[in-house]
């Protein structure tokens, strides 16, 4: 069952990631969508969000998240748990695949009368959507292989369903992406966290014994 889930996620992922890269490249109707959504935000702006906004998107730039990543790492390291490290590793390969894309699809970024950020990379996936999702997603298989307790799962998997929408946010209130960036970036670092998720054994279950046990 699990398997046919990941599998099934995993295509809607590709078909997401597909149907996207199909409008950037042949100037699609989601284009308008993206430039309408972004002179919104750009004409909607607040102090107080724009300061959060910006320290959402300063927490999870690529050396913060790598850095967290690390200490993940030296951590499940220390624990002697190579599959969480090597799990672990679909962070920085998250990153290393959005920089081939982006190179693939050349995508402007927003141009806008009064930009907040100004970057001189290309737009299509965002880099920030994608490595978040790549951490958040693969901490969430982490906590949910490694521990039974609810309490601990619940936890985990609130904030990253919290943060991941809300750093994707942040960009597109910045100005730094568009709309169809965000979401093709969750969907490429939804990609990398199934990839790499498969080198963690599944997690413990209770059977009716009282038994720890392998689910399936």
Known sequence: MARHWRLSLGLFCLL???LLAA????????L?????????????????????????????????????????????GRKRDGPAVRGLLAVPAAMLL???????????????????????????????????TA??????????????SRRSRALVATVAVVMVPLVAFSRVYLG???LSDVIAGIAVGTLCVLLFSRWLPPAPVEDTRGLTKASP
């Open 23 to 30: 409008q950037v490249l042949l100037h699609g109707p989601m």
């Open 32 to 76: 308008e969508i993206d430039r309408g959504i972004s002179f919104w935000w750009a004409a909607h702006r607040r102090g107080w969000l724009t300061e959060a906004m910006l320290a959402v998107s300063t927490a999870h730039g690529q050396l913060p998240l790598l850095a967290a990543t690390l200490v993940l790492m030296l951590w499940r």
């Open 135 to 148: 951490f958040y997603g693969i901490v969430c298989v982490l906590a949910f292989r490694r521990t039974r």
């Open 176 to 178: 730094a992406h568009f």
């Open 98 to 132: 959005n920089v081939a894309l982006k190179d693939s699809f050349r995508r402007a970024r927003p141009v806008l009368d009064d930009p907040l950020v100004q970057l001189a990379t290309y737009s299509f996936p965002s880099g920030h959507a994608v490595a978040s």
């Open 16 to 18: 997401v990631v597909a």
